[in-house]
């Protein structure tokens, strides 16, 4: 580079204590500890942010636990962040705790996170979500996070893709490995700090970088000419202030830079005009999970569990990295004894031999473990990967941390509901008749609504009743961006929550986005957002008149009802536009199934079902003056079944919903479907018509199994499709039959192959050997069932107060 002279001499010479660091690599936390010990600065630079200066002291909090980071999110556009993460191995957080146990100053020296979050703004750079932050705060520079590697300085391009190098890359590569975690761990992590001199691989690491950088300039790594620049200005003044007391802990990629002389108006000179914006820093948990490659988030590393074990284990590694697989292997209930882990143990350090390492890395105990205590298999072995190499491991940060508003409400919620957040997912099912799980439900109902999907709704194991919800929780770092974002529309989880609704229904494009957004009030009790969504709901119902739009947004209105009968909501005015909306579905239905095409036509047969499920769990509607809701609505489907113009696929379903309802005799099914199958109607309007009958996951299969009558009239009918036309056919109809239970095909194939028998029914299935299919009553396998079904509805516990008895009972 212009300008500049390259600086003589060892790292600890007249200038400042350089100590050449990879992020998040527990060798050179170790070592970083252990120069500071021997040096003794009298003040510790850190990359990173200087406005997080502030936010140093409370690293000594008790309640501070690792992996945390501190955010930085523009005011006025919270979604605008970046993060520079720390876990307990990082060679950053070492230093801080360090310093702060020896009471001497520790500052960050890189460039100003209003530069950093501006530079996003202005070439779109670092994107607007969190990912895009993260990634544009933290890669692989030797390597790894507070780096932005990668990016354009103002008013230039980025520098070609074959330029931009990781250097851990070359030098592995160099050194004849193909894998550079692999070489760290045999140059670094397996080496232990310099004997007798703490500050030797320091030198060795700062010699290696400063060839790199003579060959590879900046490594297509622009803008960190930029951030060196500042970097140095800020070790100036501290050299200024202390003298030669200084210690520097950066990423080893940009040792080379800082050890050069360079004017102070060059340095100058590159900082000015650089765009600037408002911002707030905080510190935020983060995971295990987010520092891997496999988190989308270029941490640098891809075993932060693995490296954390290195870091924390005070000796014997390897033997108590199996113990704890062992551990996890046997929670899981796999066979796992203490002999495993010895032979695991003895075959790691033969492959580490074999392979002229110095000691067992990664590799070596993963094909330990696939060997001894997976037995070859790669199932458990993913487990392994999943829980303990890579981990969930959730950090925490004190209350006095600054946070917005919104975010110190939710975390008084938190505590009074006894909801922590966690790394691990879990399943949380809630009894909505109690105090405490009815505020959880409706603090996550909230969250998601606001975009802070914490929790997503699940299907509830043993329960279909609204007094019950299931849902998976999962606390990911971001959450912290997404509760910042929020905080715009309130200074509390309620009020937030209310303002958002008010200005989603307003902005809402269609009628059923207005129906779901009533749903999610309801659920998330907004009492004060309601009046105006129902309010914007009832213009556009009033407004739309696509029967589409109307029959897509009435099942959500009607399991509003029920959601708003648990939670004691008023809804009145819910039931009463739920009820206009079926009214004029009604009349609209008919003339809107006419002469649609196949995708069209089986659209609608969609609709149809919500339709028809949802003015079941309507019913009547006295108190709205809309009369008998079912009666009107069976009515419609009566009219769909006898015209010509509506697809088979609708006429057919709208047969087997009244068949279903006993509002269709099974001799007039019969009939309707006698008619359908005749010669006279095109094979492919049929198949349309029996797809809609008997398929669709509407328990078709089971209807023909106990109904030879409607198995003959279809086995008649396919057996006399024209071949030319069979083809045509063919997918309609497995499309159909491969939906039914493994077992009903089976059966349904038997029936076929034995004929259906001429007096139909299941009684001509009498003597043919086919379970469930006799002339009488089978007792004995009745009775079989009883003592489960004691047991389900507990009667053995009150058959001597009641006098109750099943011996009588038909099962």
């Known amino acids: 580079m212009a300008g500049v002279e390259k600086a003589e001499g060892r790292v600890a010479g007249a200038g400042p204590l350089l100590l050449g660091v ?104 670092m994107g607007t979500d969190a990912d895009a932050g993260a990634d544009a705060a933290g890669d692989e520079d030797g390597g790894g996070e507070g780096d932005s590697a990668g990016e354009s300085a103002p008013g230039t391009g980025p520098g070609p893709a ?33 004997k007798g001199d703490a500050l030797a691989p320091f030198t060795v690491l700062e010699e290696a970088m400063g060839a790199l950088r003579e060959t590879y300039g ?35 990629w940009h040792v080379p830079a800082l050890r050069q002389r360079t004017t102070v108006a060059a340095d100058r000179a590159l900082l000015k005009g650089l765009p600037k914006v408002k911002t707030d820093m905080t510190w935020v948990p983060w995971t295990h999970r987010r520092l891997s490659r496999i988190s989308g988030y270029g941490a640098g590393i891809e075993s932060p569990g693995w490296y954390g074990h290195l870091f924390s284990a005070p000796d014997r590694p390897v033997e108590r990295w199996l113990t704890k697989v062992a551990g996890l292997l046997r929670a899981e209930d796999r066979m796992v004894s203490s002999a495993h882990v010895i032979e695991a ?31 070859g298999s790669d199932v458990p072995l993913a487990l392994v990967h999943d829980r303990l190499v890579v981990g969930d491991v959730l950090g925490e940060v004190p209350p006095t941390a600054p946070a917005v508003p919104l975010q110190r409400d ?35 109902h909230r ?89 914007i709901l009832a213009d556009r119902a009033a407004l739309d008149t696509d029967v589409g739009h109307l029959a897509q947004a009435l099942p959500a209105l009607v399991r509003s009802l029920r959601y708003g009968d648990v939670r004691g909501t008023d809804t009145g005015a819910l039931g009463e536009v739920a009820a206009g909306l079926a009214e004029r579905v009604f009349v609209g239905l008919p003339p809107a199934c006419a002469a649609l095409d196949a995708d069209a036509a089986e659209e609608m047969r969609r609709h149809v079902d919500a339709v028809h499920g949802a003015v079941g769990l309507l019913g009547d509607a006295p108190a709205t003056g809309h009369g008998d809701l079912r009666g009107r609505w069976q009515s419609v489907l009566r009219v769909l079944c006898g015209r010509d113009t509506v697809p088979g696929v ?79 056919v063919l997918p309609l109809l497995r499309r159909t039959f491969s939906a039914y239970e493994p077992g009903v095909r089976r059966t349904l194939g038997e029936l076929v192959r034995r004929g259906p028998g001429a007096g139909g029914g299941g009684a001509a299935a009498a003597g043919s050997g086919i379970p469930g299919f006799e002339a009488e009553l089978d007792t004995a396998r009745a009775d079989a069932v009883l003592p489960v079904v004691r047991l389900l509805l507990g009667l053995d516990d009150v058959e001597e107060k009641t006098g109750n008895d099943l011996a009588g009972v038909t099962v």
């Open 162 to 194: 074959d330029l931009r190098i990781d250097p851990l890359g070359v030098l592995a590569e160099t050194a004849g490995y193909d894998d550079p975690e692999r070489w760290w761990e045999d140059v670094v992590e397996h080496r232990g700090v310099g």
């Open 410 to 444: 939710l975390a008084r919620l938190q505590r009074r509901l006894r909801l922590k957040p966690e790394a691990l997912e879990r399943e949380l099912e809630l009894d909505l008749r109690k105090e405490t799980d009815a505020g959880r439900s409706r603090l996550l």
């Open 218 to 252: 900046v490594g297509g790594h622009d803008r960190d000419l930029v951030r060196e620049a500042c970097m140095r200005l800020q070790v100036r003044a501290a050299q200024r202030e202390f003298e030669n007391g200084v210690a520097v802990v950066c990423g080893a």
């Open 650 to 728: 609708i006429r057919g379903r709208a047969v087997r919903l009244l068949l279903d309802d006993g509002e269709l005799a099974q001799d007039e099914a019969a009939l309707l479907m006698g008619l359908v199958l005749s010669p006279g109607t095109p094979p492919a309007d049929a198949a349309a018509w029996i797809e809609g009958f008997v398929g669709g996951g509407s328990g078709g299969g089971m209807l023909l199994v106990h109904d030879e009558r409607l198995l003959g009239l279809v086995d008649a009918w396919l057996t006399g499709v024209p071949a030319e036309a069979f083809t045509d």
């Open 22 to 125: 990879r992020h998040h690599g527990p060798g050179s936390a170790r070592a970083v500890r252990a120069a500071l010990e021997q040096a003794r600065p009298r003040v510790v630079l850190i990359e990173g942010p200087p406005e997080a200066d502030a936010l140093i002291p409370l690293v000594a909090d008790e309640e501070m636990r690792p992996p945390v980071a501190l955010l930085a999110h523009a005011v006025d556009e919270p979604g605008r962040s970046s993060f520079w993460p720390m876990a307990e191995f990082s060679p950053e957080w070492v230093a801080i705790r360090w310093a702060l146990a020896h009471d001497v100053p520790a500052r960050f020296i890189d460039l100003p996170a209003t530069h950093t979050l501006a530079w996003g703004r202005q070439e779109d750079a």
């Open 447 to 535: 969250l998601r609504l606001l975009g802070v999907a914490w929790g997503e709704p699940a299907a509830s194991r043993g329960s279909t009743g609204t007094f019950r919800e299931t849902w998976r929780l999962r606390w990911e770092p971001e959450l912290s961006v997404r509760v910042a974002e929020a905080g715009v529309w309130g200074t509390t989880v309620l009020s937030a929550a209310t303002a958002k609704a008010e200005t989603d229904g307003v902005s809402a494009r269609g009628l059923a986005d207005v129906t779901a957004l009533a749903e999610r009030c309801l659920l998330a009790e907004l009492p004060d957002a309601l009046p105006t969504v129902m309010r």
């Open 345 to 375: 143990v003895r075959l790691a350090e033969t492959l580490a031999a074999m392979r002229g390492r110095p000691l067992p890395g990664l590799s070596e105990t993963t094909d330990a473990v696939r060997a001894v205590m997976c037995e």
